[in-house]
T-cell receptor, first 114, second 115 residues
Framework: AQSVTQLDSHVSVSEGTPVLLRCNYS??????LFWYVQHPNKGLQLLLK??????LVKGINGFEAEFKKSETSFHLTKPSAHMSDAAEYFC????????????FGAGTTVTVRA | DTAVSQTPKYLVTQMGNDKSIKCEQN?????MYWYKQDSKKFLKIMFS???????INETVPNRFSPKSPDKAHLNLHINSLELGDSAVYFC??????????????FGPGTRLTVL
């Protein structure tokens, strides 16, 4: 069984300041982990993914995430927020064995203040 | 040249009606999915097809019936619509049926409102 917990339902940051979105996962096997972003009234877009290679993963738009097995975490960061980062962010896990399903977190809404 | 497209974008209907949502992908992917996103933005898989074959069928009411006429299309038909069916439905596709490695590409969503 697999699941993710996004620890913050809402994060508000000022433009130009760092962003941290927290995600903890649970997985029966070695997991693959993803972060997806959903802008208002749009579909989801992949930001980055971890599939057992380097534990520090770089994605699009300056985002990165670090896989920490000891902490079962996959937190998403960006050093400097931009207004266009305002969106909903989903942490997603998939067991690399099992039923081939993705399990989505409840989402974190990011607001960026000018 | 939209990768995953859905029609309609908005659908407002009365309880008890039957409606369909269409999805098409032009990425050449083998696998397609339907997800439901509720009012709290929680996303849950409903169905998945791989090369026109159903491979994931979550505990969805029988009123929901997916159909895949070919691997580029996955339609969702809903009978006897209920208030609780109001949600945003997303279609997605991926290269194959192993989501652990492959990105899923999502359509723009269909917002269904049942009155």
């Amino acid at each position: 069984a697999q699941s993710v917990t996004q620890l913050d339902s809402h994060v508000s940051v000022s433009e130009g300041t760092p962003v941290l979105l927290r995600c903890n996962y649970s997985s029966s096997y070695s997991p693959s982990l993803f972060w997806y972003v959903q802008h208002p009234n749009k579909g989801l877009q992949l930001l980055l993914k971890y599939t057992s290679a380097a534990t520090l993963v770089k994605g699009i738009n300056g985002f990165e995430a670090e896989f920490k097995k000891s902490e079962t975490s996959f937190h998403l960061t960006k050093p400097s927020a931009h207004m266009s980062d305002a969106a909903e962010y989903f942490c997603v896990v998939s067991d690399r064995k099992g039923d081939y399903k993705l399990s989505f977190g409840a989402g974190t809404t990011v607001t960026v203040r000018a | 040249d939209t990768a995953v497209s859905q029609t309609p974008k908005y659908l407002v209907t009365q309880m008890g009606n039957d409606k369909s949502i269409k999805c098409e992908q032009n990425l050449g992917h083998d696998t397609m999915y339907w997800y439901k996103q509720d009012s709290k933005k929680f996303l849950k898989i409903m169905f998945s097809y791989n090369n026109k074959e159903l491979i994931i069928n979550e505990t969805v009411p029988n009123r929901f019936s997916p159909k895949s006429p070919d691997k580029a299309h996955l339609n969702l038909h809903i009978n006897s619509l209920e208030l609780g069916d109001s949600a945003v439905y997303f279609c997605a596709s991926s290269v194959d049926a192993i989501p652990s490695y492959n990105e899923q590409f999502f359509g723009p969503g269909t917002r269904l409102t049942v009155l």
